[in-house]
Protein backbone atom coordinates (compact mmCIF):
# COMPACT_ATOMS: atom_id res chain seq x y z
CA UNK A 1 0.00 0.00 0.00
CA UNK A 2 1.25 3.54 -0.83
CA UNK A 3 1.47 5.54 2.45
CA UNK A 4 -1.73 7.57 1.75
CA UNK A 5 -4.98 6.53 -0.38
CA UNK A 6 -7.08 9.08 -1.10
CA UNK A 7 -11.18 8.49 -1.82
CA UNK A 8 -13.36 10.87 -2.87
CA UNK A 9 -16.92 10.19 -0.74
CA UNK A 10 -19.54 10.51 -3.78
CA UNK A 11 -22.60 11.65 -0.87
CA UNK A 12 -20.52 13.99 1.29
CA UNK A 13 -17.90 15.08 -1.08
CA UNK A 14 -15.38 14.97 1.70
CA UNK A 15 -11.80 13.23 0.70
CA UNK A 16 -11.13 10.71 3.15
CA UNK A 17 -7.50 9.94 3.61
CA UNK A 18 -6.65 6.50 4.50
CA UNK A 19 -2.74 6.01 5.38
CA UNK A 20 -0.22 4.35 8.15
CA UNK A 21 -0.36 5.23 11.34
CA UNK A 22 2.13 8.25 12.98
CA UNK A 23 3.62 8.08 16.45
CA UNK A 24 1.52 11.48 16.56
CA UNK A 25 -1.53 10.36 15.64
CA UNK A 26 -1.95 7.90 18.74
CA UNK A 27 -3.92 10.63 20.95
CA UNK A 28 -6.38 10.68 18.33
CA UNK A 29 -6.83 6.99 18.28
CA UNK A 30 -7.16 6.69 21.70
CA UNK A 31 -9.80 9.31 21.58
CA UNK A 32 -11.80 7.61 18.46
CA UNK A 33 -11.25 4.51 20.59
CA UNK A 34 -13.15 5.55 24.02
CA UNK A 35 -15.78 7.29 21.83
CA UNK A 36 -16.49 4.36 20.00
CA UNK A 37 -16.02 1.83 22.50
CA UNK A 38 -17.88 3.14 26.00
CA UNK A 39 -17.98 0.85 28.86
CA UNK A 40 -15.59 -1.83 27.02
CA UNK A 41 -13.13 -3.44 28.99
CA UNK A 42 -10.14 -2.09 27.06
CA UNK A 43 -11.80 1.45 27.68
CA UNK A 44 -12.08 0.96 30.99
CA UNK A 45 -8.27 0.22 31.11
CA UNK A 46 -7.54 3.94 30.87
CA UNK A 47 -5.81 5.71 28.19
CA UNK A 48 -2.68 5.31 29.13
CA UNK A 49 -3.04 1.39 28.64
CA UNK A 50 -4.66 2.05 25.59
CA UNK A 51 -1.68 4.28 24.47
CA UNK A 52 0.92 1.73 25.27
CA UNK A 53 -1.73 -0.81 23.29
CA UNK A 54 -1.50 1.45 19.90
CA UNK A 55 2.18 2.79 20.18
CA UNK A 56 3.01 -1.12 20.61
CA UNK A 57 1.05 -2.13 17.48
CA UNK A 58 2.66 0.93 15.53
CA UNK A 59 6.51 -0.17 16.66
CA UNK A 60 6.27 -3.91 15.84
CA UNK A 61 7.96 -5.02 12.97
CA UNK A 62 4.91 -6.99 12.41
CA UNK A 63 2.19 -4.44 13.18
CA UNK A 64 -0.48 -3.24 10.82
CA UNK A 65 -1.69 0.44 11.60
CA UNK A 66 -3.93 2.69 9.92
CA UNK A 67 -6.02 5.25 10.15
CA UNK A 68 -8.69 6.99 8.33
CA UNK A 69 -8.43 10.88 8.23
CA UNK A 70 -10.82 13.83 6.45
CA UNK A 71 -10.02 17.63 6.76
CA UNK A 72 -7.04 17.11 8.96
CA UNK A 73 -8.84 14.85 11.81
CA UNK A 74 -8.53 11.34 11.86
CA UNK A 75 -11.99 9.80 12.36
CA UNK A 76 -10.86 6.37 12.08
CA UNK A 77 -8.32 3.00 12.38
CA UNK A 78 -7.54 -0.03 11.65
CA UNK A 79 -4.88 -2.05 13.81
CA UNK A 80 -3.81 -5.79 13.55
CA UNK A 81 -0.41 -7.66 13.36
CA UNK A 82 0.52 -9.84 10.38
CA UNK A 83 1.33 -12.51 12.98
CA UNK A 84 -0.44 -12.14 15.85
CA UNK A 85 1.12 -15.39 17.58
CA UNK A 86 4.49 -13.84 18.02
CA UNK A 87 3.40 -10.08 18.23
CA UNK A 88 1.21 -11.26 21.89
CA UNK A 89 4.26 -13.25 23.60
CA UNK A 90 6.60 -10.32 22.27
CA UNK A 91 4.09 -7.79 24.18
CA UNK A 92 3.82 -9.93 27.60
CA UNK A 93 7.97 -10.75 27.39
CA UNK A 94 9.12 -7.38 26.96
CA UNK A 95 6.84 -4.91 27.76
CA UNK A 96 4.01 -6.74 30.13
CA UNK A 97 4.94 -4.59 33.49
CA UNK A 98 4.07 -1.71 31.70
CA UNK A 99 0.71 -2.71 30.56
CA UNK A 100 -0.10 -3.77 33.96
CA UNK A 101 1.29 -0.51 35.60
CA UNK A 102 -1.00 1.43 32.93
CA UNK A 103 -3.84 -1.03 34.34
CA UNK A 104 -2.84 -1.09 38.10
CA UNK A 105 -5.09 1.91 38.95
CA UNK A 106 -8.38 0.39 37.50
CA UNK A 107 -7.44 -3.05 39.12
CA UNK A 108 -6.94 -1.87 42.31
CA UNK A 109 -10.26 -0.04 42.48
CA UNK A 110 -12.21 -2.96 40.65
CA UNK A 111 -10.53 -6.16 41.64
CA UNK A 112 -12.63 -8.59 39.95
CA UNK A 113 -11.26 -7.10 36.38
CA UNK A 114 -8.60 -8.49 37.57
CA UNK A 115 -8.43 -12.39 36.61
CA UNK A 116 -10.42 -10.63 33.44
CA UNK A 117 -7.29 -9.00 32.12
CA UNK A 118 -4.86 -12.25 33.14
CA UNK A 119 -7.10 -14.10 31.15
CA UNK A 120 -7.41 -12.38 28.20
CA UNK A 121 -3.83 -11.99 27.78
CA UNK A 122 -2.98 -15.14 28.59
CA UNK A 123 -5.41 -16.47 25.92
CA UNK A 124 -3.40 -14.39 23.47
CA UNK A 125 -0.33 -15.12 24.24
CA UNK A 126 -1.47 -19.47 23.73
CA UNK A 127 -3.82 -18.82 20.63
CA UNK A 128 -2.33 -22.17 18.44
CA UNK A 129 -5.20 -21.29 15.27
CA UNK A 130 -3.45 -18.63 13.68
CA UNK A 131 -0.76 -20.24 11.33
CA UNK A 132 -0.44 -18.10 8.15
CA UNK A 133 -3.34 -15.72 9.25
CA UNK A 134 -2.60 -11.95 10.16
CA UNK A 135 -5.32 -10.45 13.35
CA UNK A 136 -7.44 -7.16 12.58
CA UNK A 137 -7.35 -6.29 16.54
CA UNK A 138 -8.93 -3.06 16.74
CA UNK A 139 -11.51 -1.34 14.27
CA UNK A 140 -13.55 1.76 15.18
CA UNK A 141 -14.76 4.85 13.49
CA UNK A 142 -15.83 7.89 14.88
CA UNK A 143 -19.88 8.45 16.20
CA UNK A 144 -19.28 11.49 14.23
CA UNK A 145 -18.65 9.63 10.70
CA UNK A 146 -20.53 6.75 10.79
CA UNK A 147 -22.43 5.62 7.72
CA UNK A 148 -19.82 6.78 5.19
CA UNK A 149 -18.18 3.57 4.08
CA UNK A 150 -14.93 4.41 6.06
CA UNK A 151 -14.77 1.08 7.84
CA UNK A 152 -15.17 -0.40 4.78
CA UNK A 153 -11.80 1.01 3.67
CA UNK A 154 -9.85 0.38 6.27
CA UNK A 155 -10.51 -2.76 6.39
CA UNK A 156 -9.65 -3.47 2.41
CA UNK A 157 -6.77 -1.37 3.01
CA UNK A 158 -5.31 -4.13 6.26
CA UNK A 159 -6.13 -6.89 4.25
CA UNK A 160 -3.73 -5.09 1.59
CA UNK A 161 -0.98 -4.76 3.82
CA UNK A 162 -1.99 -8.43 5.41
CA UNK A 163 -1.03 -10.36 2.27
CA UNK A 164 1.77 -8.11 1.46
CA UNK A 165 3.12 -9.03 4.08
CA UNK A 166 2.46 -13.31 3.57
CA UNK A 167 -0.82 -13.66 5.46
CA UNK A 168 -2.77 -15.70 3.55
CA UNK A 169 -5.96 -14.97 5.59
CA UNK A 170 -7.00 -12.46 7.96
CA UNK A 171 -9.11 -13.23 11.54
CA UNK A 172 -10.78 -11.07 13.73
CA UNK A 173 -13.26 -11.96 16.53
CA UNK A 174 -16.22 -10.19 17.77
CA UNK A 175 -19.24 -10.43 20.11
CA UNK A 176 -21.74 -13.60 19.63
CA UNK A 177 -24.56 -11.58 20.75
CA UNK A 178 -26.36 -8.60 20.52
CA UNK A 179 -24.04 -8.02 17.66
CA UNK A 180 -26.12 -8.37 14.56
CA UNK A 181 -24.91 -4.92 13.18
CA UNK A 182 -21.28 -5.81 13.67
CA UNK A 183 -21.40 -9.20 12.53
CA UNK A 184 -23.65 -8.24 9.23
CA UNK A 185 -21.18 -5.83 8.31
CA UNK A 186 -18.24 -8.21 8.36
CA UNK A 187 -20.52 -10.78 6.46
CA UNK A 188 -21.20 -8.39 3.60
CA UNK A 189 -17.16 -7.89 3.08
CA UNK A 190 -16.83 -11.31 2.61
CA UNK A 191 -15.46 -12.62 6.23
CA UNK A 192 -17.18 -16.12 7.14
CA UNK A 193 -17.86 -17.51 10.30
CA UNK A 194 -14.83 -20.06 11.11
CA UNK A 195 -15.04 -20.69 15.39
CA UNK A 196 -17.53 -19.94 18.12
CA UNK A 197 -16.02 -19.96 21.47
CA UNK A 198 -16.39 -18.36 25.41
CA UNK A 199 -13.63 -16.86 26.68
CA UNK A 200 -12.20 -17.61 30.51
CA UNK A 201 -14.42 -14.74 31.49
CA UNK A 202 -17.88 -16.20 30.48
CA UNK A 203 -17.97 -13.77 27.15
CA UNK A 204 -19.42 -15.35 23.67
CA UNK A 205 -17.38 -14.69 20.63
CA UNK A 206 -17.15 -15.65 17.05
CA UNK A 207 -14.35 -15.81 14.72
CA UNK A 208 -14.76 -14.70 11.37
CA UNK A 209 -11.86 -14.92 8.46
CA UNK A 210 -11.52 -13.71 5.04
CA UNK A 211 -8.92 -15.05 2.43
CA UNK A 212 -6.60 -12.51 1.39
CA UNK A 213 -6.61 -13.46 -2.18
CA UNK A 214 -10.13 -12.04 -1.98
CA UNK A 215 -10.01 -8.20 -1.24
CA UNK A 216 -13.29 -6.54 -1.86
CA UNK A 217 -13.87 -3.65 -3.99
CA UNK A 218 -13.87 -0.18 -2.79
CA UNK A 219 -16.45 2.25 -3.24
Not at 149 to 166: M, N, P, T, V
Not at 184 to 197: H, I, Q
Request: net charge positive; hydrophobic share 45%; aromatic share 10%.
Amino acid sequence: MSDQTTILDRQTAVCLHVRRMLVQDIDSVVHVHTESFPGFFLSSLGPGFLRLTYRAILNDANGIALVAEQQGAIVGFACGSSAPQGFYWRLVKKQGWKFGWAAMRVLVWRPSRIWHFVAAVRARVIRRDTAAAAELMSVAISPCAQRQGIGKDLIIQFLSEARSAGASRVTLTTDRRGNEHVKSFYRRLGFTLANSFVTNTGREMNLYEIKTLVIPPVG
